[in-house]
Each structure stands twice: as structure tokens, then as C-alpha cells.
């Protein structure tokens, strides 16, 4: 495995990091805890460090099950979570105020049986709270010893802006890190957001780096699918599965095979090569996790990298809202 900094702060995590929202059990293709105990041992084993959850997935399960498969290793992983989604109808039962962040810090590090996150992240920007109030929350909380690193994910590129040069200016904790849609398929944080973290030196961090299992092989084009993702992740059809995707699958396919790695091992290979610190991959099998890892070792050459993005064409914005 190999290990860098997260952006300019000095923790070092594993270029995969494991997404940990497929466990749980809001959705029939996400695991329970027996299931999610050997693929996180066979992480453990390969080196990953890194584990991303949210307070959010399965109304909390998530955070209970990443917490309960990794309570004795405390020192030797970097425990990443998320606040901003409803977590009930009331008023304040939802988004980036001190109210919000300061309840459900509480309850994450409860469900994660841990007294610190080590990367505290906003799920999305909150039209409805100034920023100033959020960052200073989340600046108290990294002096309380709760938090230890924050970091954001999808938002546009100048509403990160404005979150970097208030914390500049007010003297407060800066994001260190960038959660966006980011993969062979979805490409549109190429123009705006990506630079603006290379030039910042924050750690990119892309979510759904196989397009939800779009990038799997399993899906063919003008083929419907009984894959239990494609059936319970609308989501899944919904963002993916056009004519220009299946373009730039079908060419991903090609370049796979004559490197004989699979399509997920290129998918992921590609984004390290753009990059990115580590993509947040999903696994539901344990061989996903060897999959993954092997990804890191792979090298693509300047034709392959232009090969693979020749077909895409732009698409409509997926995943701030
Ligand atoms: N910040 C945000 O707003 C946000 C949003 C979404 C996700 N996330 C984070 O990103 C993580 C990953 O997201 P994701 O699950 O949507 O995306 P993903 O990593 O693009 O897709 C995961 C799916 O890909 C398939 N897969 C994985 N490895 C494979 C392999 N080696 N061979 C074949 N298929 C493979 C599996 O499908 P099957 O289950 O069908 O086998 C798996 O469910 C989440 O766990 C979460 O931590 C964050």
C-alpha cells in the first residue's frame, strides 16, 4: 500500500480508502455487520487505514457497524464522517448550524465507540447557515480534541472558496479535504473544483469512483440488469447508463483488457493517475478490497490516460444537491 498526507495536513492515509456507506441496511444491496467484518479485516490486512462513513447512512448503522469492526485499532486508522443531511423533521434536525453539528458530533462519536473523528466532513454547503457560524463550530470542536482534521464535500467550486478565504480570514481550522463526484463517467469537477484543490493543496477524495458499479463490467449496453444495486440504487440508472457512458465504458473495457486488469482496477488506476489522494471505493464483496489494492501498483501511460478519456462528453451536474 502506499500512504500520503491528506492535502497539506500531516496525517498519512492509504491511497484507496473504503467506503463504508454499503454497510448498512436502508437499501437491499448494502451488508450488515457479518458480511462487513471480513471485507474490513482483508482492508485492514492490505494496508488500508482509511474508512469513510457518514451520520446519515442507514440512519447511523453505518457509523455503528465501521465503529464496532474497528474499536481496538484506534492509533492505526483515520476515521472519516460526515453531518449535514436530515436526521429527523424538526427544525433543527438538520444542516450545518452549531445546533446540528454540535448534537450529532455527539451521537457520531457514540455510534463510531471513539472520542475523537479524525476527519469531520460537511456533506453538502447549507444555503440556510453562514459559513462563518459552521466553521467556527467545526474550529471549536478541533480545540475540544473532538475533531481532529475537517474536510467538505460536493458544493460548488466558489462556495469552497469563500469557506477557504473566510477560515484564512478569520484565523479559524481550513478544510484539508474535498469529498466530490469524481470518476471516469463524471468528469465535470475537471473544470472548477479540482483545480481550485491542487492550487489550495487540498486532498481530493472522490466519491462513487466506479460510478456506483457502472464501471464494474457487469452492466452491458441495451441490457437491463438483475444486479441487486441496480435494482435498489435508482441513483444508479438514473446518473449513468446513457449512450455516452456506455461509450466510454465500452472503451475502458478495451484498454482493461489489453492491459488484462479488470475494468474496476483501470477505473480506479485512472482516477490515482489524475491525482486524487484516495478514491472512496464501495465494496459489498471481499474481493472487492484485492481489487482495489491493486490498483494502486498499476501504471498507464500517457495513451492509455488519453485513450480512456477520448469519448466523454459533458454531462449535467450530478451530486451537489
Ligand atoms: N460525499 C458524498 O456525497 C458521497 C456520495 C456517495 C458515496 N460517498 C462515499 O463513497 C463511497 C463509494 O460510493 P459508491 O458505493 O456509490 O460508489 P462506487 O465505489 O463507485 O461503487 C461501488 C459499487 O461498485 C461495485 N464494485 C466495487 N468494487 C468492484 C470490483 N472490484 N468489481 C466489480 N464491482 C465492484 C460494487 O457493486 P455491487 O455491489 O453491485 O457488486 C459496489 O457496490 C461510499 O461508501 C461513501 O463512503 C460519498
Not at 136 to 147: I, M, N, P, S, Y
Not at 179 to 188: D, I, P, T
Not at 261 to 266: D, E, I, R
Not at 274 to 285: L, Q
Amino acid at each position: 500500500m502506499q500512504y500520503v498526507r491528506l492535502g497539506k495536513a500531516g496525517v498519512k492515509v492509504s491511497r484507496i480508502c473504503l467506503g463504508c456507506m454499503s454497510f448498512g441496511n436502508q437499501k437491499a444491496w448494502m451488508v450488515e455487520i457479518e458480511k462487513a467484518r471480513p471485507i474490513i479485516s482483508r482492508a485492514l490486512e492490505l494496508g488500508i487505514n482509511f474508512f469513510d462513513t457518514a451520520n446519515g447512512y442507514s440512519n447511523g448503522r453505518s457509523e455503528e457497524i465501521t465503529g464496532e469492526l474497528l474499536k481496538g485499532l484506534r492509533d492505526d486508522v483515520v476515521i472519516a464522517t460526515k453531518v449535514y443531511f436530515p436526521t429527523g423533521e424538526k427544525p433543527n434536525q438538520h444542516g450545518l448550524s452549531r445546533v446540528h453539528i454540535l448534537q450529532q458530533v455527539e451521537e457520531s462519536l457514540s455510534r463510531l465507540q471513539t472520542d475523537r473523528i479524525d476527519l469531520y466532513q460537511i456533506h453538502r454547503w447549507d444555503y440556510e447557515t453562514p459559513i462563518e457560524e459552521t466553521l467556527r463550530t467545526l474550529d471549536d470542536l478541533v480545540h475540544q480534541g473532538k475533531v481532529r482534521y475537517i474536510g467538505a464535500s460536493s458544493m460548488w467550486a466558489w462556495q469552497f472558496a469563500k469557506a477557504l478565504s473566510t477560515s484564512d480570514r478569520l484565523g479559524l481550522e481550513r478544510f484539508v479535504s474535498m469529498q466530490n463526484h469524481y470518476n471516469l463517467c463524471y468528469r465535470e469537477e475537471e473544470r472548477e473544483m479540482n483545480p481550485l484543490c491542487r492550487e489550495e493543496g487540498v486532498a481530493l477524495l472522490p466519491w462513487s469512483p466506479l460510478a456506483k458499479g457502472f464501471l464494474s463490467g457487469k452492466y452491458k449496453r441495451g441490457r437491463t440488469s438483475d444486479a441487486v444495486r441496480f435494482r435498489s440504487d435508482e441513483l444508479l440508472s438514473e446518473r449513468f447508463f446513457k449512450p455516452e457512458d456506455f461509450n466510454v465504458l465500452e472503451r475502458a473495457e478495451e484498454v482493461a483488457k489489453e492491459k488484462g486488469v479488470s475494468l474496476a482496477q483501470l477505473a480506479i488506476s485512472w482516477l490515482l493517475h489524475k491525482g486524487v489522494t484516495a478514491p472512496i471505493v464501495g465494496v459489498t464483496k471481499v474481493e472487492h478490497v484485492d481489487e482495489a489494492v491493486g490498483a494502486v501498483d498499476l501504471k498507464l501511460s500517457e495513451a492509455d490516460m488519453a485513450r480512456l478519456e477520448e469519448p466523454y462528453m459533458p454531462h449535467r451536474v450530478l451530486g451537489h444537491a
